[in-house]
């Protein structure tokens, strides 16, 4: 009935889809993390870009290990994400967004006109 290169043409499709999405995840976090003075390269680097979140939101580097605890670990990425969105001079209401929409509300962060100003520092 259908012939034997639709499947392949929907995966193709469906492939470069994914592929503009983890680009502009990786844009978001990048720009996001050069506003912070950290390095944007630090997106791109398993755990090491937790580390840089971490430090962004003002807590400290050893949390890292609270992310391998199940359930602790959703606990702790709503704490940060709240906390990020402070230093960025939003309040809770964007920080529970940044934890539930992080792909859109990075980009929000990183290519909007929000300057980080750390409450804690």
Do not use: C
Request: charged share 10%; no cysteine.
């Amino acid at each position: 009935m259908f012939g034997a290169t639709s499947g392949g043409a929907a995966g193709g499709v469906l492939w470069v889809i994914y592929v503009i999405f983890i680009v502009l995840v990786i844009a978001g976090l990048w720009k996001t993390f050069v506003k912070a003075g950290e390095p944007g390269w630090g997106a791109i680097i398993p755990f090491y870009n937790i580390y840089l979140m971490l430090k962004i939101a003002g807590r400290p580097g050893w949390w890292l290990i609270l992310y391998f605890i199940p359930i602790v670990n959703v606990i702790i990425q709503l704490i940060v994400a709240i906390d990020i969105a402070k230093n960025f001079g939003h309040g809770a209401g964007f920080g529970v967004l940044l934890w539930i929409l992080a792909p859109i509300m990075y980009l929000v962060l990183g290519f909007g006109s929000d300057e980080y100003r750390p409450v804690n520092a």
